[in-house]
Structures are given as C-alpha cells and as structure tokens.
C-alpha cells in the first residue's frame, strides 16, 4: 500500500494506492497521521484516483483523518472519486462529510472559498 | 431448490485474505452474467463479512473463515462462517453505526452495507460458538 503526498501551500493532496480494506488501513493510517503530525497541513485533499475499492473499514480511515483536520479548523476534500467508492461513501452517508470534487484544481478552489 | 453450482473456500483469519477471498466469489458469480455494478456490490458485502469474521469473530487471532457460494437458477447464495466469540445482540448489532470497536476506528456501517448490496442477509451467531452470515442476490438478465 502506498501513499504518495504532495503539497500546494498548506494543503495536503495524499494519492492512495490500491485497495482501501481492513488489510490495507492500518498501512495508509499509519502514513497519513506521520505526515500530519510532521508537517501540519492546514487542509487535506484525498486523491482517489488509484482507488478501484473500498469498504466500510476505508471510510473510518476517511472520517478519522476528518476528525484530526476539522479539529484544527481545516478544510478536508475527496478527487477523482470512482463509482465503487462513490457508492460506498454515500450509503455511509460521507458526502456530506467529506465533498467531492473533480479534480485538484476544483478541490483547491472550493477550499479557498470557505 | 436445485442447486447448479457450489464452490467452499476455507482460509486462516489473516487480514491479507480478505482481498482474494472477495475476488474469488466474485469470480465464482460472474458466471450469472452481472453488471460491473453488480459485481462490485458482492465483492464489497463479502469484503464486509470477512472482514467482520476476522476482527469481531476472532478478534485478529487465529480461526479459520469458510465461504461457500451457491448458484441457484439467476441467484447466488452466499454463507460466510467463523467460529469465532459470536454476537450477544444481534438486532443491536445490525444496526448502522453500531459497532463494538470504535478504538479501531470501525465506522459502524458494515451490516449495513451488506443489507443495502444484496437483496437479503441473514445472520445467525451464538455466543461463544460462531456467527454464519447468509446473503442472498439475485440477477435478472434482461
Ligand atoms: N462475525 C462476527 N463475530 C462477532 N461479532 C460480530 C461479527 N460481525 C459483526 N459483529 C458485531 O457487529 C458489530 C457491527 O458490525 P459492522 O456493522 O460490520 O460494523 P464494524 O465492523 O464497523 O464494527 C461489530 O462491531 C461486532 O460487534
Ligand atoms: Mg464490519
């Protein structure tokens, strides 16, 4: 499992790779709250693009990292969202949570607004 | 009910199966002809109940996890066992949001997912003794 992270400004874009299960979220977690608690990004965008499944156990890997941002007063934000994913974060009711948009350049915009 | 195919996978309760065994059953329903949707739909409410097997029955120890899938006529039927601590309250336990692990980060909704998935889902599970959960779908080529 990989995590590839990037930055524009103060918003951090992670590129998950791979399947997003029970297996895989203790790897991706693990990662993710490394690179929060080193670098302290104000906002988090998840890019979704690799992602071809999920299950429930992603979205509490999804709705933890929301809890670590929001709680700092940042924005959080999901791209290139696939259609099993899509359908697994809407049955949980994470839409409303986490916004979807296209792509980074949406994503960016939409945080800057807020 | 005349069953016209059958196929049982046995694995030891390690995380690093629950993707095959997903892909396997998804394996074993393409032959029903379903959409990608479809398809998609069993491999997440197999992932759920593996999943469930391996963390709850279990608790990450070890146990062995036993699928069986059957094929009757345009439908499949899907039983996932383990042998595992089994649940105290059932209804309490299917419902969204509910979970015993919230220290894990467990989201609560993978009864729930597995009810919305297929058409049907059963759950039979005794204390101490295991927990079989039995879901059905069926797949009406137009
Ligand atoms: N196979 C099982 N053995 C024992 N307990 C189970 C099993 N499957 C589910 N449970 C119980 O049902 C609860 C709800 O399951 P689920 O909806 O998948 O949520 P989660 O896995 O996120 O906790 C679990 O927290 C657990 O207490
Ligand atoms: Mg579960």
Redesign the pocket.
């Known amino acids: 499992m990989n995590v590839a992270f990037e930055y524009v400004n103060k918003t951090l874009i992670a590129r998950i790779e791979g399947d997003i299960d029970h297996h895989s979220c203790d790897a991706i977690r693990k990662r993710m709250d490394n690179e929060i608690l080193e670098k302290n990004p104000r906002n988090l965008i998840f890019d979704m693009d690799m992602v071809g499944f999920m299950d429930?156990?992603g979205i509490?890997v999804l709705l933890g990292r929301y809890k670590q941002i929001a709680g700092q007063g940042g924005k959080i934000a999901m791209i290139k969202v696939k259609p099993q994913v899509k359908r697994i974060c809407e049955i949980c009711g994470l839409q409303k949570i986490i916004p979807v948009y296209q792509d980074k350049r949406q994503a960016i915009e939409n945080i800057k607004e807020c | 009910m005349k069953i016209d195919n059958e196929m049982k996978l046995e694995f030891l309760s390690r995380s690093q199966n629950e993707s095959f065994a997903r892909s396997v059953v998804a394996a074993f329903v393409a032959q029903l002809d379903p959409t990608i949707e479809e398809l998609s739909e069993v491999k997440t409410a197999v992932s759920?109940?593996v999943?469930?097997?391996i963390?709850?029955?279990y608790e990450c120890g070890n146990g062995n996890v036993v699928i069986i899938a059957r094929i009757i006529g345009d439908s499949v039927e899907i039983v996932?066992q383990?042998q595992?601590?089994?649940?105290d309250d059932i209804e309490a336990?299917?419902?969204?949001l509910?979970?015993?692990?919230p220290e894990?980060e467990?989201?609560?909704?993978?009864?729930?997912?597995?009810e919305t998935f297929m058409d049907q889902v059963e759950?039979e599970?005794q204390p101490g003794i295991?927990?079989t959960?039995r879901m059905y779908k069926s797949f009406k080529t137009e």
């Open positions: 429930s156990s509490g | 759920e109940a999943t469930n097997a963390i709850h029955g996932v383990d595992g601590k089994g649940i336990a299917r419902q969204p509910y979970t015993s692990k894990l467990r989201s609560g909704m993978g009864f729930t997912v597995m759950v599970s295991g927990t959960i």
